[in-house]
């Protein structure tokens, strides 16, 4: 087998550990992207980091801080291009040169103007190796929210539906219904520690009364919790902000403008509709038991609908015990 050498199995393989490890930072460093670096130096793997929360420090600069002297001569692996500006920390291109390492390999560039490719021109300058472009789409999808906030001005969407196997969302209006199982409802909160805030409608929070939160031991995650309300139907939340005015695209520059860069929104159906119909969902997980609710249940989107009316792509299934997750986005 011919192997292109500017991408071979092992950047590839030290990449995805690079992606891993960003991932952690997601839902926790917004308005930052969630970034990865892994020092590589004679075979071995001598630090690996992610962005820390908040934003702060760069992956790269706990990455180098960790290997030390060490880092000297090392190969870094960067889910996404470092930044070539001074901030609330300076560069970490500038933190790479510095600390001597000979080759850089970066996943994606980074679109934010101020860095915008000036981050690798400041490596090569400095007679560092960097191979570009390794993982492209994987990092990109990992990045969705950071990159729709600086070149589309809104978060990325994600829109989150439970339904049971006969299509309904609920026994009856206005009925709260558990229709998922315990690990179902166990990875959704873990969506929800994956996201910088979490929306429902004002029917949803009046039926359900929804606490929102991440509610896994282990997990220390706080998003803002968010009501679209523009029926001023509710006059009180406390902990939650109620958006009221403007339409959908208005509600997520809004929400970009006060730094969240993962939106997830769980309902309900006019509040889905509403945001299919705006043409601004990134990725749907429609979450199907196998209980069956009948001919007065609630009828919810089907798997049809998005892929025909919405132009969305099936994606990928994943069994969580009794329930059968469909993910559908635009990301491929």
Do not use: W
Request: net charge negative.
């Amino acid at each position: 087998m011919t192997y292109n050498l500017n991408f071979m199995d092992i950047d590839i393989h030290y990449m995805r550990m690079a992606l891993n490890r960003a991932r952690r930072g997601l839902g926790l460093v917004a308005p930052n992207p969630a970034v990865g670096c892994v020092l590589l130096k004679d075979e071995a793997v001598i630090a690996a980091a992610h962005t820390g929360r908040g934003g702060r420090p760069h992956a790269e600069a706990l990455a180098l801080k960790m290997a030390g002297r060490e880092a000297k001569g090392a190969c870094a692996y960067v889910s996404l291009e470092p930044c070539s500006h001074t901030g609330q920390t300076g560069p970490c291109a500038q933190a790479l040169i510095d600390a001597g390492v000979l080759r850089v390999v970066v996943a994606c560039g980074d679109p934010d103007p101020r860095v915008s490719g000036r981050g690798v021109l400041m490596l090569r300058e400095a007679g560092i190796e960097v191979v570009e472009n390794v993982c492209e789409a994987e990092a990109l999808a990992l990045n969705c929210g950071f990159i729709n906030r600086v070149t589309q001005e809104r978060p990325m969407v994600t829109l989150k539906c439970a339904v049971s196997a006969d299509g309904k969302i609920a026994a009856a209006p206005g009925q709260r219904t558990q229709i998922s199982g315990d690990l179902a409802s166990r990875f959704m909160h873990l969506q929800r520690s994956m996201h910088d805030a979490i929306l429902v409608g004002s029917e949803t929070y009046l039926v359900d009364q929804p606490r929102l939160t991440t509610r896994l031991d282990g997990f220390e995650h706080e998003a803002l919790r968010v009501v679209l309300d523009r029926r001023g139907r509710i006059q009180d939340a406390p902990g939650f902000e109620i958006c009221r005015q403007g339409g959908i695209e208005q509600v997520l520059e809004y929400l970009a403008e006060e730094g969240i860069t993962r939106l997830l929104v769980e309902g309900g159906a006019q509040v889905h509709r509403a945001f299919l119909d705006a043409g601004v969902v990134d990725e749907f997980q429609l979450c199907r038991s196998p209980v069956e609710l009948g001919e007065n249940g609630v009828q919810g989107i089907t798997s049809d609908e998005l892929i025909r009316d919405y132009g969305l792509k099936h994606q990928k299934s994943r069994v969580l015990g009794e329930d059968v997750l469909e993910i559908y986005g635009t990301i491929v």
